[in-house]
C-alpha cells in the first residue's frame, strides 16, 4: 500500500465553538516521571543520511511514572551546519500516516529548499510503523478500504455498514487494550511536546499536512510559547464538536468541486484510447454515475474472483483526485467498466492492515463522541446521497465510532485567535479531502495568528506538492525567513 493509499484511507478520512484545552496535565519534564526523555541516534538502515531513535513516551500521561511505549523518530540534518536555526517537525497525516516513511520521501528536497535552515525531524505517532502498534485482528474483509469507509449499499441501505461497524468496534475494544484508548490527537500533542523535549528545544518549527495540520493547531493552542514557525498545509474544519466525524462529511461537495479535474483530462483528445472516458469535459460525469449504478447489481466476488462494484469504483473515484498523476489510473478503470458492457470486471481491492485500521478508528473513535442514532445516519445518506451523487452517502455514513464503548478521554482543544502571530497556512482550492471551505474554519479560528495561502489548484496537499511556484514560494520565504504575507493570498 503506497503512501498516498494510506493518506486517502486514514485521511478525513484531513469553526470551533465548544471545549477547552487538554485535560490532562502537559508534558513537561516534571511530569514525564523520573526519566527524561532521551534520544540514541544512529544510522536509519531503510533511509541513508538519515538518523533513527526511539523515544520513550508515557502510555498514560496521567501516570507518567507508569507504562512506557515507543516512538520511532527520524532526523535528517542540516547540511549547512553555520545557516542552522532550530528544528522543523514535519507532522504527519492519517491519522496514521508515517512521518518517518513520510521523512524519507520528502526529506532531500524539503532541506534543498529550506537551505539547510534546519535539522528536519519527523515521527511515527502511537501505533503507526516503527512505534508501539496495536491491533484490533480484524478480518481480510473488514480491511478491505471500501469497507472501512462507510459505502452504503444499493439504495442507500446502511445495514451492511452498520454490521461491519459494530464489528470493528467490538473487535478493536476487545483486543486492543489499554493502546488503543491512548490513540488521540492529544495524546500525540503530547507526545510532541516530549519529542521537543528530547531533542532540546525551546521552540519547534513545523509543516503539518492533511490530518497533521489539526494535530499541529491543537499544539499551537495548548502550547503558543513553543512554537517557532508553523506551516498547516491542507486544513480542515477544527470544529471540537464534530473534528473527524466534520472532515469526513465535507467530502461530498468537495468531490463536486474537484471532479471537473478529472472529466477535463479525460475528455481531452490527446488521450489514448485506454484513457479517454468520453468526448466532452460534461459527458464525464453522467458516464461515472451510469456505471457506479450498475455494478451496484454486481456481486463482489464470483468464481473465486473478486469483481468491480459501484462501491469500489466510487472508492477509486476518493483515490483517484487525490492528485493530477492519479488520473490515468482511474480513466483506465473507468473505461476498462465501460468496455466491459455487462461483462464482470475482474478488480483487486486495496486492503489495509489491521495495525493501521485501528490507529485511524482508535484516534477517530477516541477524539470525540460521534452520533449513535442509527434512524438519524439512514436519514443523513439518504439526504447526501441525493445532493452528492459522487460520494454516495459515504461521508455521512456509519463509522465504528457509532458503537464506540467510551466517550473522549480529552476534551476537544477549541482554537482561538490568542497566541503568536506565525501560523502559515497553505490550501489547494480544490481538495476533495481537505477542502477549502473547511480550511476557511481553520483561517477563521485563528484570527490575526494566521495568514492563508490559496492555491488555485486541484488535488491534496499543496507545499512542494501542487505544482505551483507561487504558493511554494510564500511558504519557503516563511520558513527560511519568518516572513509571511501580510494578509490573506491567492496563488494562480
Given at each position: 500500500?503506497?503512501?498516498?493509499?494510506?493518506?486517502?484511507?486514514l485521511l478525513a478520512l484531513s469553526s470551533a465553538v465548544v471545549a477547552t484545552g487538554l485535560a490532562a496535565p502537559t508534558a513537561t519534564a516534571k511530569d514525564s516521571g523520573?526519566?527524561?526523555?532521551?534520544?540514541?541516534?544512529?544510522?536509519?538502515?531503510?533511509?541513508?543520511?538519515?538518523?533513527?531513535?526511539?523515544?520513550?513516551?508515557?502510555?498514560?500521561?496521567?501516570?507518567?511514572?507508569?507504562?512506557?511505549?515507543?516512538?520511532?523518530?527520524?532526523?535528517?540534518?542540516?547540511?549547512?551546519?553555520?545557516?542552522?536555526?532550530?528544528?522543523?517537525?514535519?507532522?504527519?497525516?492519517?491519522?496514521?500516516?508515517?512521518?518517518?516513511?513520510?521523512?524519507?520521501?520528502?526529506?532531500?528536497?524539503?532541506?534543498?529548499?529550506?537551505?539547510?535552515?534546519?535539522?528536519?525531524?519527523?515521527?511515527?505517532?502511537?501505533?503507526?510503523?516503527?512505534?508501539?502498534?496495536?491491533?484490533?485482528?480484524?478480518?481480510?474483509?473488514?480491511?478491505?478500504?471500501?469497507?472501512?469507509?462507510?459505502?452504503?449499499?444499493?439504495?442507500?441501505?446502511?445495514?451492511?455498514?452498520?454490521?461491519?461497524?459494530?464489528?470493528?468496534?467490538?473487535?478493536?475494544?476487545?483486543?486492543?487494550?489499554?493502546?488503543?484508548?491512548?490513540?488521540?490527537?492529544?495524546?500525540?500533542?503530547?507526545?510532541?511536546?516530549?519529542?521537543?523535549?528530547?531533542?532540546?528545544?525551546?521552540?519547534?518549527?513545523?509543516?503539518?499536512?492533511?490530518?497533521?495540520?489539526?494535530?499541529?493547531?491543537?499544539?499551537?493552542?495548548?502550547?503558543?510559547?513553543?512554537?517557532?514557525?508553523?506551516?498547516?498545509?491542507?486544513?480542515?474544519?477544527?470544529?471540537?464538536?464534530?473534528?473527524?466525524?466534520?472532515?469526513?462529511?465535507?467530502?461530498?461537495?468537495?468531490?463536486?468541486?474537484?471532479?471537473?479535474?478529472?472529466?477535463?483530462?479525460?475528455?481531452?483528445?490527446?488521450?489514448?484510447?485506454?484513457?479517454?472516458?468520453?468526448?466532452?469535459?460534461?459527458?464525464?460525469?453522467?458516464?461515472?454515475?451510469?456505471?457506479?449504478?450498475?455494478?451496484?447489481?454486481?456481486?463482489?466476488?464470483?468464481?473465486?474472483?473478486?469483481?468491480?462494484?459501484?462501491?469500489?469504483?466510487?472508492?477509486?473515484?476518493?483515490?483517484?483526485?487525490?492528485?493530477?498523476?492519479?488520473?490515468?489510473?482511474?480513466?483506465?478503470?473507468?473505461?476498462?467498466?465501460?468496455?466491459?458492457?455487462?461483462?464482470?470486471?475482474?478488480?483487486?481491492?486495496?486492503?489495509?492492515?489491521?495495525?493501521?485500521?485501528?490507529?485511524?478508528?482508535?484516534?477517530?473513535?477516541?477524539?470525540?463522541?460521534?452520533?449513535?442514532?442509527?434512524?438519524?445516519?439512514?436519514?443523513?445518506?439518504?439526504?447526501?446521497?441525493?445532493?452528492?451523487?459522487?460520494?454516495?452517502?459515504?461521508?455521512?455514513?456509519?463509522?465504528?465510532?457509532?458503537?464506540?464503548?467510551?466517550?473522549?478521554?480529552?476534551?476537544?482543544?477549541?482554537?482561538?485567535?490568542?497566541?503568536?502571530?506565525?501560523?502559515?497556512?497553505?490550501?489547494?482550492?480544490?481538495?476533495?479531502?481537505?477542502?477549502?471551505?473547511?480550511?476557511?474554519?481553520?483561517?477563521?479560528?485563528?484570527?490575526?495568528?494566521?495568514?492563508?495561502?490559496?492555491?488555485?489548484?486541484?488535488?491534496?496537499?499543496?507545499?512542494?506538492?501542487?505544482?505551483?511556484?507561487?504558493?511554494?514560494?510564500?511558504?519557503?520565504?516563511?520558513?527560511?525567513?519568518?516572513?509571511?504575507?501580510?494578509?490573506?493570498?491567492?496563488?494562480?
Open positions: 500500500m503506497t503512501l498516498r493509499t494510506r493518506h486517502a484511507l523520573p526519566r527524561p526523555p532521551t534520544l540514541s541516534w544512529k544510522p536509519c538502515a531503510a533511509a541513508p543520511g538519515q538518523e533513527c531513535a526511539d523515544l520513550s513516551v508515557p502510555l498514560d500521561y496521567r501516570k507518567p511514572g507508569g507504562r512506557h511505549i515507543s516512538l520511532a523518530v527520524s532526523r535528517l540534518r542540516t547540511d549547512r551546519p553555520e545557516a542552522r536555526r532550530g528544528t522543523l517537525l514535519v507532522i504527519p497525516g492519517g491519522p496514521g500516516g508515517s512521518g518517518t516513511g513520510k521523512l524519507a520521501v520528502v526529506g532531500d528536497e524539503l532541506r534543498k529548499e529550506t537551505r539547510g535552515v534546519y535539522d528536519i525531524v519527523s515521527f511515527d505517532p502511537r501505533g503507526v510503523g516503527g512505534s508501539t502498534q496495536a491491533d484490533c485482528r480484524l478480518g481480510e474483509d473488514d480491511l478491505e478500504v471500501a469497507h472501512l469507509r462507510p459505502w452504503p449499499g444499493p439504495g442507500g441501505d446502511i445495514g451492511p455498514s452498520v454490521v461491519r461497524g459494530r464489528r470493528i468496534a467490538e473487535a478493536c475494544t476487545r483486543n486492543g487494550g489499554e493502546l488503543i484508548r491512548s490513540f488521540s490527537t492529544a495524546n500525540e500533542v503530547r507526545d510532541i511536546d516530549r519529542l521537543r523535549q528530547a531533542l532540546g528545544e525551546d521552540k519547534l518549527s513545523a509543516w503539518g499536512t492533511s490530518y497533521g495540520t489539526y494535530v499541529g493547531a491543537v499544539y499551537a493552542q495548548k502550547y503558543p510559547e513553543r512554537t517557532d514557525r508553523w506551516v498547516l498545509d491542507s486544513s480542515g474544519d477544527p470544529d471540537p464538536e464534530r473534528v473527524a466525524r466534520g472532515w469526513l462529511a465535507n467530502m461530498s461537495a468537495a468531490a463536486d468541486d474537484r471532479f471537473p479535474d478529472f472529466a477535463k483530462w479525460a475528455a481531452d483528445p490527446a488521450r489514448d484510447g485506454k484513457h479517454r472516458v468520453a468526448e466532452r469535459a460534461e459527458d464525464v460525469r453522467p458516464l461515472f454515475l451510469s456505471l457506479a449504478a450498475r455494478l451496484d447489481r454486481v456481486p463482489e466476488e464470483a468464481g473465486g474472483k473478486q469483481l468491480l462494484t459501484g462501491n469500489r469504483l466510487r472508492q477509486e473515484l476518493q483515490q483517484g483526485l487525490y492528485a493530477d498523476r492519479d488520473f490515468e489510473r482511474l480513466a483506465e478503470l473507468i473505461v476498462s467498466a465501460r468496455d466491459a458492457g455487462q461483462a464482470p470486471v475482474p478488480y483487486e481491492p486495496p486492503r489495509a492492515t489491521s495495525t493501521e485500521a485501528a490507529v485511524m478508528v482508535g484516534v477517530i473513535c477516541n477524539d470525540v463522541r460521534w452520533p449513535r442514532s442509527l434512524p438519524d445516519y439512514a436519514r443523513d445518506v439518504a439526504v447526501d446521497r441525493v445532493r452528492h451523487p459522487l460520494t454516495g452517502g459515504m461521508p455521512v455514513g456509519v463509522m465504528p465510532c457509532a458503537f464506540w464503548p467510551d466517550g473522549p478521554a480529552d476534551k476537544p482543544t477549541r482554537i482561538t485567535p490568542d497566541g503568536p502571530s506565525n501560523v502559515l497556512m497553505v490550501q489547494n482550492l480544490r481538495d476533495h479531502a481537505t477542502p477549502y471551505r473547511g480550511a476557511l474554519k481553520m483561517r477563521q479560528a485563528f484570527g490575526d495568528r494566521a495568514r492563508m495561502v490559496a492555491v488555485d489548484s486541484g488535488g491534496h496537499g499543496a507545499y512542494l506538492r501542487s505544482g505551483n511556484a507561487c504558493g511554494d514560494r510564500a511558504v519557503t520565504a516563511f520558513l527560511t525567513t519568518g516572513k509571511r504575507p501580510a494578509q490573506d493570498m491567492l496563488c494562480k
